[in-house]
């Protein structure tokens, strides 16, 4: 037998709610990492300028950043 009208609105106002908290869940997430991600990009940005910096400090060494990638 068909449900009643009600009973169907209700479950879907159950479904809505449960993929609206999902939703929330997940873009919190997002968020989260993109402050990971932006944190570490800086992070990998200063070792890269330090260690470039070392390097070009030293006697004859080429930067890291000019160096050919290793598979050359």
Not at 18 to 45: C, K
Request: proline residues 6%; hydrophobic residues 35%.
């Amino acid at each position: 037998m068909d449900k009643k009208p009600d009973d169907r609105i209700t479950e879907l106002e159950e479904a809505l709610a449960y993929l609206t908290r999902v939703t929330d869940d997940l873009s919190e997430v997002i968020a989260r990492q993109d402050q990971d991600i932006s944190r570490l990009t800086r992070r990998l940005d200063m070792l890269m300028r330090a260690e470039a910096e070392r390097q070009s400090q030293s006697d004859g060494s080429i930067a890291v950043a000019d160096q050919p990638p290793p598979h050359y």
